[in-house]
């Protein structure tokens, strides 16, 4: 899925990272307790979160992650875009709820292994 | 003993937000040495747990990062508190830290498992009262 695609299925706003949309991602996840996001490494390329501290930028680093999205319109502070322009992320905010956004991301097909998608569908 | 790359950072443990500085430039400088990324990852990751640990519970420390030609070694040392039970401090869930810090992402008592988990050997020498080394070691074969 590109991050475009997952921009237009939370209909959220792109804080930073704009030249990067175009990239594609296949699997994600979403957690408020960056320990949790750190002790399962997958290549999940995409976190969801409601937590605003910059440390959700250094996590989604330290996976090597493409994209983090805040739900609920959590706000970034410039002093997290700066970091997540250094990482090359892109920082997208979207007004939904953390259990709707993974839904219709999980619907739409992002991180779903072929035979669950077959079960989805 | 061959040569080792060696990088030094000392860890702010005053600010919290800064924590993971030394991480980032470390994953910065091993790309540069053309360590695998997977091997990068393991690494930054555990390291950057154990800057999270020294800001913390210790008030920062000292983190020493060698790179040998077969292996990572990454020593974090602090002057923090100690670690009263280490066998306990090593289960999944157990935590110490205070309220605030879980409201900050971290603190669930996943710390010291993760550095376990993403490294080959993790040594534990604590004195209650005068700190704690953490030596870690990721082989690169």
């Known amino acids: 899925m590109k991050i475009s695609t997952i921009q237009e299925i939370l209909d959220a706003e792109v804080v930073c990272g704009e030249e990067f949309l175009d990239d594609e991602v296949h699997?994600?996840?979403g957690s408020d307790m960056m320990s949790d996001v750190l002790a399962y490494v997958k290549d999940q390329a995409v976190l969801l979160t409601g937590l605003c501290n910059p440390q959700v930028i250094r996590t989604a680093e330290m996976m090597d992650m493409r994209c983090v999205v805040f739900v609920r319109s959590k706000c970034p502070t410039d002093e997290m875009i700066r970091l997540a322009?250094?990482?090359d992320l892109v920082v997208l905010k979207t007004t939904k709820r953390m259990y709707e956004a993974c839904?219709?991301?999980y619907l739409a097909g992002l991180g779903v292994s072929p035979t669950e998608?077959?079960?989805v569908n | 003993m061959d040569e080792a790359v060696r990088f030094h950072f000392v860890v702010d443990g005053e600010d919290f937000t800064s924590a993971g500085q030394a991480?980032?430039?470390v994953k910065k400088n091993l790309r540069r040495l053309g360590i695998p990324p997977e091997v990068i990852r393991k690494i930054s990751i555990a390291m950057y747990e154990g800057e999270i640990n020294m800001v913390i519970h210790a008030d920062g420390g000292e983190a020493e990062v060698l790179v040998y030609e077969d292996r990572i070694v990454m020593i974090?040392?602090?002057r923090g508190p100690g670690i009263a039970d280490v066998e306990k401090a090593m289960q999944e869930g157990y935590s110490t830290a205070p309220?605030?810090?879980r409201s900050l992402g971290f603190g669930a008592g996943m710390g010291l498992p993760n550095m376990k988990r993403y490294t080959d050997d993790m040594k534990i020498e604590s004195v209650v009262g005068e700190g704690t080394t953490i030596t870690m070691t990721v082989l690169l074969a």
């Open chain 1, 27 to 29: 699997s994600a996840c």
């Open chain 1, 85 to 87: 322009k250094e990482s």
């Open chain 1, 103 to 105: 839904g219709k991301l």
């Open chain 1, 117 to 119: 998608a077959k079960a």
């Open chain 2, 23 to 25: 991480s980032v430039q």
């Open chain 2, 76 to 78: 974090l040392t602090d």
């Open chain 2, 99 to 101: 309220d605030n810090v």
